[in-house]
């Protein structure tokens, strides 16, 4: 049975951070809303809200995820720059999450706003093919669209040596940017 009690306030952030704790999975704006009886809007000002009081917790394209300090992370990460056009983002992602890599995030350095950065946090293919349908759904732009397909991601693994395997796929595809 469904609780079709609407929380209020301090009562209903205490209960996202809540169900945020009690799952590895993220978590959308939708199903927060939906289990709270409140608008997405309305977890949309109370994440921002936990976030301003240094609560870790970061947007997905797949929901939010309470991030743990460094407990989450992997423990080899490296920026990597890339460059590809749109249409080669699924292929550049698979080579990397084939490789047991987690892609954290995209960024860019933008000629007016400086550093850009976004979480992507993907490390399997069903994750990729989530970020892109998202993508797809909402008609947004990639980040690397703004920089002529030059971008950067940081990329964690479990050894140096998945890291190194990951980087020669990428660069045997053409996709790592080669540094002049």
Known sequence: MTDKRKWLGEE??????????????????????????VSRQVVVQDISLLKARNIPITATSQGYVLTEE?????????????????ERTEEELHLLVDHGIMVKDVKIKHPV??????????SNRKEVKQFLT?????G???LLELTEGIHFHTLEAKSEEDLDEALAALNEAG????EN
């Open 12 to 37: 209903r952030r205490s209960k996202i951070l809540s169900l945020l704790q009690e799952t590895s999975s993220p978590l959308t704006g939708g199903a927060l809303a939906d289990k709270l009886n």
């Open 140 to 142: 947004a732009s990639f």
């Open 113 to 122: 706003y400086g550093d850009i950065s976004s979480p992507i946090m993907v």
């Open 70 to 86: 460094k407990g989450n992370t992997l423990p080899y990460s490296r920026l990597v720059p890339c460059k590809h056009s749109p």
């Open 134 to 138: 998202r993508i797809k759904e909402t």
């Open 175 to 178: 996709i790592l940017l080669e």
